[in-house]
């Protein structure tokens, strides 16, 4: 996405044609944006050949998902829905990974069913679960642990996974006592060991801390782990202040774990891929000033984009046409919808604005769409991949009758 003459453009098109064509609001990806990422990842990963399975939580699209699965990729889901998106974009069961603290007979029916590479468990409650339906259904099932590290990924409180406090994964000690359990078993197999320790890390220390703690427990357990799953992660720029996430040293670190262990690493990454290829176009519904700000009201809400009224998140807003009339005062970008959360983002100052022209709101590739609903029943957004010069609708708008 650059500006040329002053216009925006997402690869060859303008973008004044997309959202005239297409209607606001609307999700824009650049699809050689995502490719180039794609390749930058594994380029950067390539000494240690992991396994990358894209998490499908950050966003679900299918046509998006067929994109990444063209390299290679495998995919990291949550629920028995994404399981079946990730197997309809021809994503292989054998590179699928099935994650979360609460699943559910049904799901894990599914996932047995498809032989899926892992299901990471998250409690003893789970595996004797998952134990009881392979032996019902006279299956070996592979399975990883996850394991809670108790460290602090030093990002969003909101977004942190790998504290004690955190729900998700095994204490050390719960861990090897339930390794110990089902060592023998013969319906499940532990093939991995996960962990996850939050998301939007924008510095290797907290990994360099967390492969330390691997190293320990799995020392401890004198156990062969044929995987090591370390979930995804990594942050991107949102703005200029935040530091470029060095996927180098990262490789580095793991690189020396590796000359200890002998094990496959997984990867799940979902931000670091896919949030920096889209933009939300929104048209300006209306302008309001107060004697405080200027209220600029647009036609996406929170519910087209939750992060910032769910996290606080920054989402840099850019015009689809530039000029230099400078506004000096407060710009506050809100949506329509009926809560005081629903506002993207408050600015000192902002190019002048008229009621009826469109912004772009900035890297919402991941946990954008996917994290939007139909709240105050409105329809969610229409999804557009731009490939070049050319535009292709991979998600139709939502139509008010099949939600009313
Ligand atoms: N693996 C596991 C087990 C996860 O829980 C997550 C994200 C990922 C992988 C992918 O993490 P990523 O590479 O995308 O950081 N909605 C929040 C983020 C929630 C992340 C949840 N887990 C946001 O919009 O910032």
């Given at each position: 996405m650059y500006f040329k003459k002053n216009k925006l453009f997402v690869e060859k098109v303008d973008a004044l044609k997309i959202v005239r064509k297409y209607g606001t609001p609307t999700y824009c990806y650049s699809l050689n944006r995502l490719r180039n990422n794609i390749r930058n990842f594994q380029r950067s990963f390539k000494s240690i050949s992991p396994l990358i399975c894209f998490s499908v939580k950050s966003n679900n699209n299918r046509q998006i998902l067929k994109e990444i699965k063209k390299f290679g990729v495998g995919a990291d889901v949550v629920s028995k829905g994404e399981m079946m998106q990730a197997l309809k974009a021809g994503i292989l069961p054998k590179k699928i990974v099935f994650s979360g603290v609460g699943k559910k007979t049904e799901e894990l029916k599914f996932a047995i069913e498809k032989k899926?590479?892992?299901?990471?468990?998250?409690s003893e409650s789970e595996i004797f679960e998952i134990e009881r339906l392979a032996k019902l259904k006279k299956k070996i099932v592979n399975i990883g642990i996850r394991l809670n590290?108790?460290?602090?990924?030093?990002?969003l409180k909101k977004i942190s996974t790998g504290k004690h406090e955190d729900k998700f994964g095994l204490t050390e000690k719960a861990f090897l006592n339930i390794l110990n359990k089902f060592e023998n078993s013969k319906y499940v197999k532990v093939k991995c060991l996960s962990v996850h320790i939050g998301?939007?890390?924008?510095?290797?220390k907290p990994y360099l801390k967390m492969l330390n703690v691997l190293d320990l427990i799995i020392k401890k357990s004198k156990y062969f782990f044929e995987y090591v799953d370390l979930g995804?992660?990594?942050?991107?720029?949102?703005?200029?202040k935040t530091k470029v996430f060095n996927y180098k040293k990262y490789n580095k670190i793991i690189k020396k774990f590796l000359k200890r262990h002998n094990v496959k690493i997984i990867f799940e990454p979902g931000r670091s891929l896919i949030a920096n290829t889209a933009v939300l176009f929104t048209q300006i519904i209306y302008i309001k000033n107060t004697n405080k700000k200027k209220f600029i009201i647009l036609d996406a809400a929170m519910n087209d984009l939750m992060r910032p009224a769910l996290y606080g998140s920054y989402h840099s807003i850019i015009p689809l046409l530039k000029t230099n009339?400078?506004?000096?005062r407060i710009h506050d970008f809100v949506g329509p919808v009926c809560e005081t959360t629903d506002k993207f983002l408050s600015v000192k100052s902002f190019q002048d604005l008229k009621e009826k022209e469109f912004v772009a709101i900035s890297d919402v590739g991941a946990y954008g769409m996917s994290l939007s609903s139909n709240y105050n029943l409105r329809p969610k957004p229409l999804e557009i991949m731009i490939n070049n010069k050319l535009m292709k609708v991979v998600l139709k708008r939502q139509k008010l009758i099949n939600i009313i």
């Amino acid at each position: 996405m650059y500006f040329k003459k002053n216009k925006l453009f997402v690869e060859k098109v303008d973008a004044l044609k997309i959202v005239r064509k297409y209607g606001t609001p609307t999700y824009c990806y650049s699809l050689n944006r995502l490719r180039n990422n794609i390749r930058n990842f594994q380029r950067s990963f390539k000494s240690i050949s992991p396994l990358i399975c894209f998490s499908v939580k950050s966003n679900n699209n299918r046509q998006i998902l067929k994109e990444i699965k063209k390299f290679g990729v495998g995919a990291d889901v949550v629920s028995k829905g994404e399981m079946m998106q990730a197997l309809k974009a021809g994503i292989l069961p054998k590179k699928i990974v099935f994650s979360g603290v609460g699943k559910k007979t049904e799901e894990l029916k599914f996932a047995i069913e498809k032989k899926i590479l892992l299901i990471n468990t998250e409690s003893e409650s789970e595996i004797f679960e998952i134990e009881r339906l392979a032996k019902l259904k006279k299956k070996i099932v592979n399975i990883g642990i996850r394991l809670n590290p108790n460290i602090d990924a030093k990002t969003l409180k909101k977004i942190s996974t790998g504290k004690h406090e955190d729900k998700f994964g095994l204490t050390e000690k719960a861990f090897l006592n339930i390794l110990n359990k089902f060592e023998n078993s013969k319906y499940v197999k532990v093939k991995c060991l996960s962990v996850h320790i939050g998301s939007q890390i924008t510095d290797y220390k907290p990994y360099l801390k967390m492969l330390n703690v691997l190293d320990l427990i799995i020392k401890k357990s004198k156990y062969f782990f044929e995987y090591v799953d370390l979930g995804g992660g990594m942050g991107i720029q949102y703005d200029k202040k935040t530091k470029v996430f060095n996927y180098k040293k990262y490789n580095k670190i793991i690189k020396k774990f590796l000359k200890r262990h002998n094990v496959k690493i997984i990867f799940e990454p979902g931000r670091s891929l896919i949030a920096n290829t889209a933009v939300l176009f929104t048209q300006i519904i209306y302008i309001k000033n107060t004697n405080k700000k200027k209220f600029i009201i647009l036609d996406a809400a929170m519910n087209d984009l939750m992060r910032p009224a769910l996290y606080g998140s920054y989402h840099s807003i850019i015009p689809l046409l530039k000029t230099n009339k400078k506004n000096k005062r407060i710009h506050d970008f809100v949506g329509p919808v009926c809560e005081t959360t629903d506002k993207f983002l408050s600015v000192k100052s902002f190019q002048d604005l008229k009621e009826k022209e469109f912004v772009a709101i900035s890297d919402v590739g991941a946990y954008g769409m996917s994290l939007s609903s139909n709240y105050n029943l409105r329809p969610k957004p229409l999804e557009i991949m731009i490939n070049n010069k050319l535009m292709k609708v991979v998600l139709k708008r939502q139509k008010l009758i099949n939600i009313i």
